[in-house]
């Protein structure tokens, strides 16, 4: 039997549908709880989960800035000229109460570091704190920003060094252990997600693939 779909054609959708649907489908996404100073050192915090990394050579992550809907910049976008730099603080679950707390409309000239007491730690690569809670911290320099619209801008910054929990990662191999690290992941509106079951797959070569199939009766 098979299964029914329904089609939607965003030519036919508004923005705001759009994002909803996009939201609930692209799920889990990794929260990047961004560290930035202002021209006057002033630090802000704030939670973004249209973010990823995409690159090692040169390291890269992307972060989707959304302004307000006056078409005012937010804190961030503003903070983050070309070569600026900037703090992924990565979230596990210790410190998703934090994260959320940073989501909070605080007016433009209240840090939410310094309203919500947070511990920083000084930059080793850079100038700008890290957040002490958290885990991993992927120290970064803007690389381009690119508007897509005029609410809409796409943040390229290179990772220049990562600072983590010294239990989660093993020095000689780079392996995180992800039952110690416990990320969460954002879905849609005010859900997120813990770490499930985990399971692992092996990458078959293409020779092992093709000898299966010859030995298949």
């Known amino acids: ?5 329904t089609h939607f054609d965003f030519a036919k959708l508004a923005a705001r549908d759009r994002y909803k649907l996009l939201c609930g489908v692209v799920v889990p996404r990794p929260i990047a709880l961004v560290t930035s100073c202002d021209d006057g050192g002033r630090v802000n915090a704030a ?14 992550v992307v972060l989707g800035l959304q302004h307000h809907i006056d ?12 070569g600026r730099a900037f703090v992924v603080n ?22 939410e570091v310094e309203a919500l007491g947070l511990a920083t730690v000084p930059g080793l690569s850079i100038e700008v704190p ?10 970064c320099r803007v690389s381009v920003s690119m508007a897509f619209a005029a609410g809409r801008s796409l943040l390229v910054g290179e990772v220049l060094g990562v600072v983590a929990r010294a239990d989660l990662v093993d020095p000689g191999n780079l392996h995180v252990d992800p ?34 199939q010859d030995e298949t009766p």
């Open 1 to 5: 039997m098979t299964a029914a779909y």
């Open 130 to 139: 890290r957040l002490a809670a958290a885990p991993i911290a992927l120290e």
């Open 47 to 60: 939670p973004f989960s249209f973010f990823n990394v995409f690159s090692e050579a040169p390291a890269q």
């Open 90 to 111: 990565m979230v596990d679950e210790g410190l998703a109460a934090t994260m959320n707390d940073c989501a909070m409309d605080f007016p433009v000239d209240v840090s």
């Open 179 to 212: 039952s110690r690290y416990r990320p969460i992941g954002r879905l849609a509106g005010a859900m997120y997600a813990r770490q499930g079951e985990l399971f692992e797959m092996q990458r078959e070569t293409y020779a092992e693939w093709q000898r299966k």
């Open 71 to 82: 078409g005012r910049h937010k804190d961030t976008t503003r903070n983050l000229a070309p």
